[in-house]
Structure formats: C-alpha cells, structure tokens
Nanobody, 128 residues
Framework: QVQLVESGGGLVQAGGSLTLSCAAS????????MGWFRQSPGKEREFVAF????????YYKDSVKGRFTISRNIAKNTVYLQMNSLKPEDTAVYYC?????????????????????WGQGTQVTVSS
C-alpha cells in the first residue's frame, strides 16, 4: 500500500504561481511512476504530468508544457508540481497518483488506469 497526501492548492490570480506537493508513505520503494491529474466540474479527469521515480523521464500535457514542472525528492518521498503562468482553465481539483507497475510507455502512463494509488486531491482556483 502507498498513501498519498497532496497539499499546496489555493486561490491565485491569472498569471500567478502555485506549487503542489504530494507526500508518499508506505511501500514507496514499490513506486515506479508518479503522476498528476486534474478534474474540473462537469469534466472527465485528465492527465497533467508524470515522472519516473528514477527521475529520468518526465512528460506533460501539451497545454501545460513550458508552464508546469514536475519533480521529485526521493529523500522526502515527495513529488512536486510547480505551476507558473496559471490560467483560469487550470482551475480544477489536482490529484497525485502512484503506479507500482514498471514504466512501459508515455501512452500508458498518461492513463489514470495505470495508477493504483491516489491522493484525496487539492483544489486549485485561478481567477481571471
């Protein structure tokens, strides 16, 4: 079992920045890929970014490339999502997720079904 707790959400004006954190505990040594997803009211959950626990590979949703940065601190068992130049369309509940499956492709790691563990979510609201 892997437990995930997100923090860092809040209200920010368009153009502002926020950093989300995801603290992992439990069998973190089984973790292979960490991802961030988001869900807005009335919309399906969507992929935002993922990082291999080894840190070798990162991947982003096209609309956040150049604005968001995913990183991890192995010593702290924590994954971060640095979000800059925020837009109102970034408003959503952001979820951290962990996969214990070996990484195989960007296609699979963009799929929420690949992840067996999820946090409770943190709200990000960007005002115009």
């Amino acid at each position: 079992q892997v437990q995930l707790v997100e923090s860092g959400g809040g209200l920010v004006q368009a153009g502002g920045s926020l950093t989300l954190s995801c603290a992992a505990s439990g069998r973190t040594f089984d973790t292979r890929v960490m991802g961030w997803f988001r869900q807005s009211p009335g919309k399906e959950r969507e992929f935002v970014a993922f990082i291999l626990w080894s840190g070798v590979t990162t991947y982003y949703k096209d609309s956040v490339k150049g604005r968001f940065t995913i990183s991890r601190n192995i010593a702290k068992n924590t994954v971060y999502l640095q979000m800059n130049s925020l837009k109102p369309e970034d408003t959503a509940v952001y979820y951290c997720a962990a996969s214990t499956r070996d990484y195989s492709s960007t296609y699979r790691s963009r799929d929420g079904a690949e992840y067996g563990y999820w946090g409770q979510g943190t709200q990000v609201t960007v005002s115009s």
